[in-house]
């Protein structure tokens, strides 16, 4: 199984040396590159766009390439020359950038540990080019695609076992790296399907579909190289088609791409479009993955409880903000395909999972069970795609808010985007530290999201509209080492950190409770949803007890097994470790929480979800506030900010206006948006 998802997760906020300094100024305040900023390009109403490309332009270079038995590529007889945008951007501190590769720079040799370019973001900004020239006619971005293209074609292998696949880095003199330093699995990159060959299938097929009738020859080509990435899948994913394996309990998909939902997701969006362009056998793979991803869907009262597409086979307890592409792949792939099982399972997500992030603080990098690390614009720009793709009335409010990101309802409180330069930063830490650098995938990932507000100007209305984000109120945690600990209780830390195999152990221990032992929680909050977190082994270990007191009177009592989940099948590791919905509300006032154990407990903590979460944010015209409804039943609320807005299903579907008698209305399971 692929590594990479964890690595990620513990190297994102680092990468490239992040330059991580305190918010001292607005993002306008850095450029991408002298004179690259200018006046903004506008759209056919004279409005300015969003979109600019400069700083993806500046992350361009020309690359020499040479045909070889098993790397080619389009036109390279006549034409020796590609382009790929520099992985990384380094800050300069006067206002510019520096571009950097991944790794070391060997200083006489010049070649960097992992590579100058990497197909993973040169698919990448071949849609952002391809979008764009469809969306504006722009003949630059056009050939910029085509160069892109080109470039990702090369770096496939073209023969031999593993004709089909995508080595992963390239060096500054076209030279390619199939294994780099540090080791990223597959290694070699082409041994085995990867994130970056389902990105190409993503390019490729939307290249396809662009180019169909404006290049015949170069479409053909493009779809060839799809096929024969299809090839390599079908000897790996593909070939695995309706095997199921039960993984912890759960029955899960065994022919997902890489084992997840998120590569193959990516893959689904590039396989959509060629299918609208009339590839049958595009179609029929589109078909196989969809129903894969559409079973990693959640019920938030049978499982993960939350409501998001969970990305990957190897936890059950783990979302990503690298697995965000699912929702909008399955909207998609819906419409292509007339699932409709599909569209409201993308629907589910964006209703459900999305209030809970943006009343979270924003799109934290990863849920692992419990929202942590830094904000990227990866996992914003999912947000919004996804919402916008659900196309839902009320998804296309959610979308706005989401958007927001971008323009200051973060943790730093300051724009991350600027649309006079195209520079989006590369992430903003929960304590409100800005990594000022602007490399290759944020910057994209910010482009998506603009090219997606440019063409629905009434979600953009919302987004530009965003200041900063006043309040918000989401899930909270106890630990339970921090709890009241009977005498037979003892707290671990693992030598070896949180990370248990599928998820991080919240505060980084967890509290061992024998038999007859037990741990107390003082709860505050008036009303909530409760959720036990407890650290479940594979054998049967007895159960968890859990009675809710106010004062010495029980209020309710309930158990969670410790542990049974069997087989872990597709997972990383024995166990699991997913919050446990405990069933019964807590009331108005304090009470205590005890959990007693009836055999082997491992007990991280006990989860808190307000009944009814919120963000506020401020906007230019005054405040809009987001309430999202945890339970099934209706509920009425105090207004957080004054305004007018709808209160609406998960599915986005308008349900009337949002106040009554004084109070917000939110639907059970919905959420309610109010603007003023």
């Known amino acids: 199984m692929d590594t990479s998802r964890r690595t990620f997760l513990t190297i994102a906020a680092t990468a490239s040396a992040l330059a991580l300094i305190p918010v001292d100024a ?62 990384y951007a380094d800050a300069d501190g006067a206002g510019g950038f520096r571009r950097v590769g991944g790794g070391n720079r060997d200083a006489v040799t010049g070649y960097w540990s992992q590579g100058a370019y990497n197909a993973d973001d040169i ?10 020239w469809k969306a504006t006619g722009d003949a630059q971005s056009r050939d910029e695609a085509r160069d892109l293209l080109r470039s990702l074609a090369f770096l496939q292998t073209a023969t031999g076992p593993n004709a089909g696949r995508v080595v992963l880095w390239q060096q500054e003199d076209g030279t390619l790296n199939p294994s780099a330093i540090p080791v990223e699995l597959p290694d070699p990159s082409d041994s085995a399907e990867s994130y970056w060959l389902a990105r190409s299938v993503w390019a490729f097929g939307e290249g396809h579909a662009a180019f169909r009738r404006e290049d015949a020859a170069f479409a053909e080509f493009l779809l060839a190289r799809l096929h024969l990435c299809l090839d390599a899948l079908g000897r790996e994913s593909l070939g695995r088609a309706g095997q199921w394996v039960r993984s912890d309990g759960r029955r899960l998909p065994a022919w997902l791409i890489a084992g997840g939902a998120d590569a193959t997701a990516e893959a689904m969006l590039g396989l959509s479009a060629a299918a609208e362009a009339g590839d049958s056998r595009s179609r029929g793979a589109l078909q196989t993955y969809g129903e894969g991803v559409a079973a990693m869907a959640t019920d938030p009262r049978a499982g993960w409880p939350f409501g998001a597409v969970l990305p990957w086979t190897g936890s059950l307890g783990f979302w990503h903000a690298w697995g965000s592409a699912a929702p909008e792949a399955l909207a998609r792939a819906g419409a292509v395909l007339r699932r409709r099982d599909w569209t409201a399972a993308a629907a589910a997500d964006a209703g459900r999972f999305t209030p809970q992030v943006l009343a979270a603080g924003g799109p934290s990098n990863a849920w692992a069970p419990l929202p942590a690390e830094a904000q990227i614009a990866y996992g914003a720009h999912g947000r919004v795609a996804g919402a916008v793709a659900a196309g839902g009335e009320g998804h296309r409010v959610l979308a706005g808010l989401a958007a927001g990101w971008f323009f200051g309802a973060n943790t730093a ?10 520079v989006t930063f590369d992430g903003v830490e929960t304590d409100g530290r800005v990594n000022r650098n602007s490399g290759a995938e944020s910057t994209i990932h910010g482009l998506l999201t ?80 409760l959720h036990g977190l407890v650290w479940r082994q594979a054998a049967d270990a007895g159960d968890a007890v859990w009675e809710v007191f106010r004062g010495r009177r029980r209020l309710w009592t309930t158990k969670t097994p410790a542990g049974g989940t069997g087989d872990r099948g597709l997972t990383e590791a024995d166990g699991m470790l997913v919050p446990q919905l405990l069933g019964g509300d807590l009331p108005a006032e304090q009470v205590t929480v005890r959990c007693t154990s009836r055999g082997d407990v491992r007990l991280d903590a006990l989860v808190i979800q307000p009944r009814v979460v919120s963000a506020v944010y401020a906007t230019t015209t005054g405040a809009a506030a987001l309430y999202a409804n945890g339970s099934r039943s209706d509920e009425r609320v105090a207004p957080l900010a004054p305004g007018t807005g709808r209160a609406y299903d998960a599915d986005g579907s308008q349900r009337g206006q949002a106040a009554q008698g004084g109070r917000v209305r939110v639907r059970g399971e919905g959420f309610t948006i109010t603007r003023g």
Request: no cysteine; proline share 7%; glycine share 10%.
């Open 26 to 87: 607005a993002v306008g305040a850095t450029t991408a590159a002298p004179g690259l900023a200018g006046p903004l390009p506008l759209d056919a109403a004279r409005r300015p766009r969003l979109t600019n490309l400069a700083h993806l332009r500046f992350l361009l270079a020309d690359v020499p390439v040479t045909a070889s038995a098993e790397h080619t590529t389009f036109g390279i007889d006549t034409r020796p020359t590609v382009r790929a945008p520099w992985t």
């Open 123 to 132: 698919a990448r900004a071949a849609v952002v080019l391809l979008r764009d």
């Open 413 to 422: 409180g300051i724009p991350t985007y600027d649309p006079a330069t195209g």
């Open 450 to 529: 603009m090219l997606l507000l440019d063409a629905n100007r009434d979600i953009a209305q919302i987004a530009t509209s965003i200041t900063g984000l006043t309040s918000h109120s989401g899930l909270r945690v106890i630990d339970a080492e921090t709890a009241r600990l009977s005498p037979g209780s003892t707290v671990v830390r693992p030598a070896d950190g949180a990370w248990t195999g599928e998820g991080n152990l919240s505060g980084g221990a967890y509290v061992q409770v024998p038999r007859g032992e037990w741990v107390e929680f003082d709860v505050t909050e008036a009303g909530g949803i």
